[in-house]
């Protein structure tokens, strides 16, 4: 019993592990009044909030997702946003 | 020029930014403040003693001494009836006196506010800028039917000339430091520093300003917009030797919505300050790295909105989209980190039922934060949930009317419910969120699951307010401390003043 606790434990560190390694930093840019729609989609993909700017009318939101979440956000941005949206890697100046 | 500021209650940071740049630019600012005891807009009303303290006509009194070329209003709704009435005074007073009246509740409903006899300008969105041009061009006696953010009333044609909203300045940097002196003599600096690092928030929630806010300025500016770290330590450090402040307050809407400012920012502020603070900010910018990060930077508390935990009326209604897991982590990040957990909560929402009130009551006995303060539903004019409401049929058209006039109760003094029987659920429900933050959590589950929560609207007032009395002296909540000791300055004040049959009304004199 006591062994497969262990193991269990194990495999889940080991999971999260392989799960955190694999996450990737993404960059939202849409409409102001679409904060909503992006907060329920990257909150639905256990995403992480890391800044929100402001860029004449739009916002600019980078989150931290898992990497192959990538194309779910994408979908999920498009069922909400339709085309009024951009969604890239995003990567630190 | 000579402009008479004045506010009722509590401290006010446009208010204070407003007077910084008029002095900047070589005008007189003066402050009249009315300390409108138990009925000051901000926490308590109990309107017989209110009316024992009443100092309106005083305050009517003191800005007519000083002879002032302007008079102008920084306007919640919530406070909208008060500065009516102190308008109304002075102009019977000294007619010719311009008056303006500036602030949320104006940019709310210009078209009713300009109508009004005591009001000859109207102040739409931020004003530095505005109403700079304004008293420049008004001491000049200039033209000023045409400054971009002011409405003019034309007082001998009637005619009224809506100018368009101004177009936000990026660079808030540059606005002076606030002018905190205003408000020193009646709410003393040296209790609590409160400051904002930055302007404006991305989210619309229905109920809020920055829902009208996000709509008005969409094309006409950045709306959100943050201050650099150099700004706002140069600001506490220098106000810091001025008043010898031990706290610090930041009103931000979202305080720690930037990853990389924030590290930068705490990272400096426990360098060259050094000093405990409160912030607010919301569930999606939270995490266990965040809150560690406050905590080493000297965070004593955290308030953040839940509001409903309803998910899915949450986001229809109220278009909040945090999920309760995402409520659940971001508290329990705040908690491991040892930092104290405010967590807003509004009753009184459009269709709630009691089935509503129960889970959430569950949810937060479950979650037990260092406090929950519970909101009742107050509209807000021109915000997207009066017309949710309207559409529902929960409001009509003369409870419109009356949310257009400031007419409705605070959020923490029944808000805008008019039935019996739903008070008295909110008051019971409120008086519960109060105790589950102390009781032991079986009692709280006995009390939700056997429905004795239900009663509790029966409990005098007064024995909830003393136990929240209770809880802040155990919690050390400062705001709420030092708001309690301002009660006790100010009301000894005014009796000893009543006897000795002067007025209380202080006014700032600054140049």
């Not at chain 2, 109304?88 to 010719?96: A, F, R, T, W």
């Not at chain 2, 912030?279 to 560690?292: K, L, Q």
């Not at chain 2, 050390?476 to 009543?498: D, G, P």
Request: proline share 3%; with cysteine.
């Amino acid at each position: 019993m006591l062994l497969l606790g262990f193991k269990s434990k194990l495999l889940k560190i080991l999971i999260l592990f392989l799960f955190c390694m694999d996450t990737q930093e993404i960059v939202v840019k849409a409409e102001m009044e679409d904060m909503g729609s992006i907060s329920k989609v990257i909150q639905d993909h256990k995403g992480d909030f890391l800044s929100i700017d402001q860029e004449g009318n739009f916002l600019i939101v980078i989150a931290r997702i898992f990497s192959k979440d990538f194309e779910n956000v994408r979908n999920g941005l498009k069922s909400l946003l339709g085309d009024n949206f951009k969604l890239d890697l995003y990567k630190k100046k | 020029m000579r402009v008479v500021f004045l506010y009722m209650g509590a401290e006010n940071l446009g208010v204070q930014y407003l007077s910084s740049v008029l002095k900047k630019h070589g005008h007189e600012t003066f402050m009249v403040f009315d300390p409108a005891l138990f009925n000051d807009k901000y926490w308590l009303t109990v309107n017989s003693l209110s009316k024992f303290f009443d100092q309106k006509k005083d305050v009517i009194d003191k800005v007519v001494n000083l002879n002032p070329d302007l008079i102008a209003f920084s306007v919640f709704t919530d406070c909208y009836k008060w500065a009516s009435y102190i308008a109304k005074g002075v102009k019977q007073k000294i007619p010719n006196v311009a008056t303006i009246f500036g602030g949320i509740h104006p940019t709310s409903v210009p078209e009713e506010v300009i109508m009004e006899d005591f009001v000859d300008y109207v102040g739409i969105g931020e004003g530095e800028d505005s109403l700079l041009e304004f008293v420049n061009k008004l001491e000049k006696k200039e033209d000023v039917r045409h400054i971009p953010g002011i409405w003019a009333k034309d007082t001998q044609s009637g005619l009224i000339y809506r100018n368009p909203i101004r177009v936000l300045s990026d660079d808030i940097d540059s606005i002076p430091f606030p002018d905190k002196e205003m408000f020193n003599p009646h709410l003393p600096i040296k209790n609590g520093y409160m400051i904002a690092a930055s302007r404006g928030c991305p989210y619309s929630c229905t109920f809020c300003s920055n829902n009208l806010y996000n709509k008005i300025y969409k094309g006409n500016g950045k709306w959100l917009r943050r201050r650099s770290t150099k700004n706002i330590i140069d600001e506490l450090k220098a106000m810091k030797v001025k008043y010898n402040f031990d706290k610090v307050d930041f009103v931000d809407d979202i305080f720690t919505c930037h990853r990389d400012w924030l590290k930068e920012f705490l990272e400096t502020y426990k360098k060259e300050i050094n000093l405990p603070f409160k912030c607010i900010t919301h569930p999606h910018f939270m995490s266990d790295e965040i809150a560690v990060q406050l905590k080493e930077a000297g965070c004593y508390a955290v308030a953040l909105g839940v509001q409903s935990t309803n998910e899915s009326y949450k986001m229809k209604v109220l278009k909040r989209y945090e999920s309760n897991d995402k409520v659940r982590e971001a508290t329990q990040a705040l908690k491991k980190a040892n930092v104290s957990v405010i967590l807003q909560h509004i009753v009184g929402l459009p269709d709630e039922t009691k089935q509503d009130l129960v889970e959430a009551a569950n949810f937060y006995i479950d979650l037990k934060p260092t406090r929950i303060e519970c909101y009742t539903l107050a509209y807000f004019p021109a915000t997207e949930i009066v017309d949710i409401s309207l559409a529902k049929g929960t409001i009509n058209q003369d409870i419109l009317k009356s949310i257009n006039a400031g007419g409705e109760n605070m959020y923490f003094d029944g808000g805008s419910i008019r039935e019996i029987k739903k008070q008295r659920e909110a008051r019971s429900f409120s008086h519960l969120l109060s105790m589950v933050t102390f009781l032991p959590r079986p009692v709280s589950k006995l009390f939700v699951k056997s429905g004795l929560w239900s009663y509790f609207y029966l409990i005098p007032n007064g024995a909830i307010t003393l136990a929240e009395v209770g809880i802040v002296l155990l919690t050390r909540e400062h705001r709420a401390i030092n708001y309690m000791k301002y009660y006790f300055r100010t009301c000894t004040s005014l009796i000893v003043k009543m006897f000795r049959k002067t007025s209380y009304v202080a006014t700032g004199l600054q140049k």
